[in-house]
Nanobody
Framework: QVQVAESGGGLVQPGGSLKLSCVFS????????MAWYRQAPGNRRELVAT???????NYADSVQGRFTISRDHARNTVSLQMSSLKPEDTAVFYC???????????WGQGTQVTVSS
């Protein structure tokens, strides 16, 4: 059974940086497309960034150049390094794993990121 669990959220001032981590528990980490989503109050959940098993990345326009997604195959982790944070980045951030072959999906519980002075 696959589980993903996020950590690293918190309160940060505008312009600051924060790093989120996601631990993947289960087999065959390399078979999963990993992603970060976020959901702000009153908004739909939106895709932030994705990374393939071969570490090809893709970003939402709103975070391009400010956020960096990475994965560590030795530790089965995915990280999201966020910099130049803005108040509009405030949201609950979720880690997502999708099996490339079966299309099964798994979500973490989410971690709150608040950007405020």
């Amino acid at each position: 059974q696959v589980q993903v669990a996020e950590s690293g959220g918190g309160l940060v001032q505008p312009g600051g940086s924060l790093k989120l981590s996601c631990v993947f528990s289960g087999r065959f980490f390399a078979m999963y497309l990993m992603a970060w989503y976020r959901q702000a109050p009153g908004n739909r959940r939106e895709l932030v960034a994705t990374i393939t098993d071969r570490e090809t990345t893709n970003y939402a326009d709103s975070v391009q150049g400010r956020f960096t997604i990475s994965r560590d195959h030795a530790r089965n982790t995915v990280s999201l390094q966020m910099s130049s944070l803005k108040p509009e980045d405030t949201a609950v951030f979720y880690c997502h794993a999708q099996n490339l072959y079966t299309r099964e999906e798994y979500w973490g519980q989410g971690t709150q990121v608040t950007v405020s002075s």
